[in-house]
T-cell receptor, first 113, second 116 residues
Framework: KQEVTQIPAALSVPEGENLVLNCSFTDSAIYNLQWFRQDPGKGLTSLLLIQSSQREQTSGRLNASLDKSSGRSTLYIAASQPGDSATYLCAVPVTGGGNKLTFGTGTQLKVEL | GAVVSQHPSWVICKSGTSVKIECRSLDFQATTMFWYRQFPKQSLMLMATSNEGSKATYEQGVEKDKFLINHASLTLSTLTVTSAHPEDSSFYIC????????????FGPGTRLTVT
């Protein structure tokens, strides 16, 4: 059974810092990995989707990398802003489960002025 | 593009009543929709997978007679919580997938259900 863990569970940084969020998964037989953002009491916003054939994807100040062999992905946020404060979730397809997703435990980020 | 809506955004109901939550894909056709529930400070847990025109597939431990799912069209899926109890209070989120090799899921804004 696929298990997805995110470290740290919570993170507080001053505005302007570059930061890295980590996601690890136990079954490396995945065909993609997705990073989401969730604001309090809201749904999920898709940030980046990395196919298994890719090593990284970039969108603005966000860069996500994927290392299947080691079962890891990182989300790099450059020059953090207070508006980046949210919970960040990574998700991978369920092993043998078609398009069902297994979500990580989440990292709650707070960027302070 | 790829917008998913949910209605209502929040609902309060009395114990023993039923409540229906709608999930709509606004600008694309969704061959598959997923229903999740999320408890406070926890991650999303998949409840069921809904395919247009067929019966939903429920995850282990989810009562199909309590959580009725209907996916009657390519743009609408509904989740009905029957005979709701306080322990059903949660945040329910749906997602939709376009199909045809498109793996990305698009999520709705969620519905906060409170059962009193």
């Amino acid at each position: 059974k696929q298990e997805v863990t995110q470290i740290p569970a919570a993170l507080s940084v001053p505005e302007g810092e570059n930061l890295v969020l980590n996601c690890s998964f136990t079954d490396s037989a995945i065909y993609n990995l997705q990073w989401f953002r969730q604001d309090p009491g809201k749904g999920l916003t898709s940030l980046l989707l990395i196919q298994s054939s890719q090593r990284e994807q970039t969108s603005g100040r966000l860069n996500a990398s994927l290392d299947k062999s080691s079962g890891r992905s990182t989300l790099y946020i450059a020059a953090s802003q207070p508006g980046d404060s949210a919970t960040y979730l990574c998700a991978v397809p369920v092993t043998g489960g078609g398009n069902k997703l297994t979500f990580g435990t989440g990292t709650q980020l707070k960027v302070e002025l | 593009g790829a917008v998913v809506s949910q209605h209502p955004s929040w609902v309060i109901c009395k114990s023993g009543t039923s409540v229906k939550i709608e999930c709509r894909s606004l600008d694309f056709q969704a061959t598959t929709m997923f229903w999740y529930r999320q408890f406070p400070k926890q991650s999303l847990m998949l409840m069921a997978t809904s395919n247009e025109g067929s019966k939903a597939t429920y995850e282990q431990g989810v009562e199909k007679d309590k959580f009725l799912i209907n996916h009657a069209s390519l743009t609408l899926s509904t989740l009905t919580v029957t005979s709701a109890h306080p322990e059903d209070s949660s945040f329910y989120i749906c997602s939709a997938r376009q199909g045809k090799g498109r793996y990305e899921q698009y999520f709705g804004p969620g519905t906060r259900l409170t059962v009193t």
